[in-house]
Structures are given as structure tokens and as C-alpha cells.
């Protein structure tokens, strides 16, 4: 399912963006990027994406402001610089000239420097984490609401195969009551011509006919198939995740489709089945995208 979040923070003075998108895909696929000050935790992210995602190819990364650096101090060493005062004094009672302003004396090794401001570990921590669960909550808002438009495609189309399969299953039994009176006008043909009676082995032809055309097993299945689907589609309204489950559960739409195309033997129930496979496909593209 595809999304995107964003989410800000400060570490140090430096402001750092977190962005995070999604993608299709058939398993969960986490990537992270992090600067290098934040790179110990990238596991704590990972677990963080892993335990809000089941599906999709997720990309997470956290950028720092261009040209941006800690904060730092400027530290003096006051004893330092009372030891460099202390030298120019005796060398000036020693009829040396010096000469020492406090601008060169902030120059002179050892007297001033700039310390980076620093940052516990886990105030880091914390911080990142609390921004990614900011993205990761609008990433999250995205799929939902993709997902909902998804189900009320799914179920749409579930319902037109509930109605395929009842068509199917009408014109099956117009099938086999035309199949049976062929074959009784046949076997009726062949005895005022021989002469020969032939009621048993009629009888026989009948229940081998009846059995091979009869699809109400497979019609009785598919339908409990959409039922299942719908039930399957309110789990997911509560988050659960039920994408490798439908996509399973279409596999099973598919064979029965199959198996009722193989015992069909007249055009308009090949047409129906043309259209009844032709909604299940539709339905497991759709179910690619679900978590």
C-alpha cells in the first residue's frame, strides 16, 4: 500500500526531517537511512517500522538541515591565560617589550576553544523515535484510507461474483434438464428403430450425465468463498492484517471457477465463467496492495 509521513526534530540545535514512504509489495521490505550521529539506532526504527507494518516496501530516512553542525561553547582555560600574563610580565621587567591585549591572548594555544554541545545518547534516542512515530502515524493514516477505498472495491466485486455464481448455477440446471431429455429422446429414437429396450442402460447415461454436469458443490463452495471474504474484510477494519490470507482465499476462488468452466458444456455459461474469472483477477490485483 502506498503513503508518505513526515515528521521534524532537534538534536543539538540542528533540525532534522524524517520522511517516510511506502510502496506495493508482497512481504514487509524496511529500509532506513540515518546521518551518522543517529546511526546506532537504526535497529530501534526497524523494530518501530516492523511492528507497525505487515506489507509494503517502506523507506524511511532522516536528513539534518544543510550545512548545519552541533552547537558549541566557547571555553576559556582562565589559568591558562593568568600563565601567558604572568610570562609577559617578568619578560617586561626584563626590559623586553611585550605587549599583550586581550585579543591576542584568546589567539595563544591553549587559552580558547569551541566544545560541540553535548547530547545524552538517550535524550538521541527519544527524540528520533518520537519523530518517527509522527511520520509513521501519517504514513499510516494514508494506507488506511487507500485501504478502505481497496475493501469497498473487493467487496463490490465480491458481491458481482455472488450474483455470477447464482447465474451459474441457474443455468446449470437448465443444463443438465435439457442434457437428460436429449438423452431420453435419443434412447426413445434408438428403441422404435431396433426394437431393443434399453431402460438401464438409459438410466445409467442419465446419472453419468447429471454428475458430470453438476456444479452445485463448487457453486455452494464459491459463494461460502465470498462470505469468507467479507468476514475476512471487517477483520481488517481493526487493523489486523489479512492481505496474505485474501490472497490466499482467491486462490480458491480461482479453482472453482476452474472446475465449473471444465463441467460446463454450453456457451452461455463458458461466457459467464469468461466474466466470472475475469472479477476474481481484478480482485487479486486488488488484494496485492493489501496489508
Given at each position: 500500500m502506498t503513503g508518505f509521513g513526515r515528521a521534524s526534530f532537534q538534536v543539538a540545535g540542528v533540525a532534522h526531517e524524517v520522511e517516510v514512504r511506502s510502496v506495493n509489495h508482497r512481504y514487509l521490505d524496511a529500509r532506513v537511512r540515518l546521518p551518522r550521529l543517529l546511526a546506532a539506532f537504526e535497529g530501534?526504527?526497524?523494530?518501530?517500522?516492523?511492528?507497525?507494518?505487515?506489507?509494503?516496501?517502506?523507506?524511511l530516512?532522516?536528513?539534518?538541515?544543510?550545512?548545519?553542525?552541533?552547537?558549541?561553547?566557547?571555553?576559556?582555560?582562565?589559568?591558562?591565560?593568568?600563565?601567558?600574563?604572568?610570562?609577559?610580565?617578568?619578560?617586561?621587567?626584563?626590559?623586553?617589550?611585550?605587549?599583550?591585549?586581550?585579543?591576542?591572548?584568546?589567539?595563544?594555544?591553549?587559552?580558547?576553544?569551541?566544545?560541540?554541545?553535548?547530547?545524552?545518547?538517550?535524550?538521541?534516542?527519544?527524540?528520533?523515535?518520537?519523530?518517527?512515530?509522527?511520520?509513521?502515524?501519517?504514513l499510516d493514516a494514508m494506507r488506511r484510507a487507500e485501504g478502505a477505498?481497496?475493501?469497498?472495491?473487493?467487496?463490490?466485486?465480491?458481491?458481482?461474483?455472488?450474483?455470477?455464481?447464482?447465474?451459474l448455477g441457474a443455468r446449470a440446471g437448465e443444463v443438465q434438464a435439457a442434457v437428460r431429455e436429449r438423452l431420453r429422446r435419443r434412447a426413445e429414437q434408438l428403441r422404435q428403430e431396433t426394437g431393443i429396450e434399453g431402460d438401464g442402460r438409459l438410466h445409467q447415461e442419465l446419472v453419468l450425465a447429471a454428475d458430470r454436469l453438476d456444479v452445485t458443490e463448487e457453486i455452494v463452495r464459491l459463494r461460502s468463498h465470498v462470505e469468507q471474504l467479507r468476514r475476512i474484510a471487517a477483520e481488517g477494519e481493526s487493523g489486523k492484517p489479512v492481505g496474505r490470507r485474501l490472497d490466499f482465499l482467491l486462490q480458491e476462488f480461482g479453482r472453482e471457477a476452474n472446475t465449473i468452466g471444465s463441467k460446463g458444456s454450453d456457451a452461455p455459461i463458458a461466457h459467464e465463467i469468461v466474466e466470472l474469472k475475469a472479477e476474481i483477477e481484478r480482485m487479486r490485483e486488488q488484494v496485492q496492495n493489501v496489508e
Amino acid at each position: 500500500m502506498t503513503g508518505f509521513g513526515r515528521a521534524s526534530f532537534q538534536v543539538a540545535g540542528v533540525a532534522h526531517e524524517v520522511e517516510v514512504r511506502s510502496v506495493n509489495h508482497r512481504y514487509l521490505d524496511a529500509r532506513v537511512r540515518l546521518p551518522r550521529l543517529l546511526a546506532a539506532f537504526e535497529g530501534d526504527v526497524r523494530a518501530r517500522i516492523q511492528a507497525r507494518f505487515a506489507r509494503g516496501k517502506v523507506d524511511l530516512g532522516v536528513t539534518a538541515a544543510p550545512a548545519a553542525a552541533p552547537s558549541a561553547r566557547l571555553e576559556i582555560d582562565l589559568a591558562v591565560a593568568r600563565d601567558y600574563l604572568r610570562a609577559a610580565r617578568a619578560l617586561a621587567a626584563d626590559g623586553v617589550s611585550s605587549r599583550l591585549d586581550a585579543g591576542t591572548l584568546l589567539a595563544l594555544p591553549g587559552v580558547s576553544r569551541f566544545v560541540e554541545t553535548a547530547v545524552s545518547a538517550e535524550a538521541l534516542r527519544e527524540a528520533l523515535l518520537r519523530a518517527t512515530d509522527d511520520a509513521l502515524d501519517g504514513l499510516d493514516a494514508m494506507r488506511r484510507a487507500e485501504g478502505a477505498a481497496i475493501e469497498r472495491d473487493l467487496l463490490a466485486r465480491a458481491a458481482e461474483v455472488d450474483r455470477c455464481a447464482q447465474r451459474l448455477g441457474a443455468r446449470a440446471g437448465e443444463v443438465q434438464a435439457a442434457v437428460r431429455e436429449r438423452l431420453r429422446r435419443r434412447a426413445e429414437q434408438l428403441r422404435q428403430e431396433t426394437g431393443i429396450e434399453g431402460d438401464g442402460r438409459l438410466h445409467q447415461e442419465l446419472v453419468l450425465a447429471a454428475d458430470r454436469l453438476d456444479v452445485t458443490e463448487e457453486i455452494v463452495r464459491l459463494r461460502s468463498h465470498v462470505e469468507q471474504l467479507r468476514r475476512i474484510a471487517a477483520e481488517g477494519e481493526s487493523g489486523k492484517p489479512v492481505g496474505r490470507r485474501l490472497d490466499f482465499l482467491l486462490q480458491e476462488f480461482g479453482r472453482e471457477a476452474n472446475t465449473i468452466g471444465s463441467k460446463g458444456s454450453d456457451a452461455p455459461i463458458a461466457h459467464e465463467i469468461v466474466e466470472l474469472k475475469a472479477e476474481i483477477e481484478r480482485m487479486r490485483e486488488q488484494v496485492q496492495n493489501v496489508e
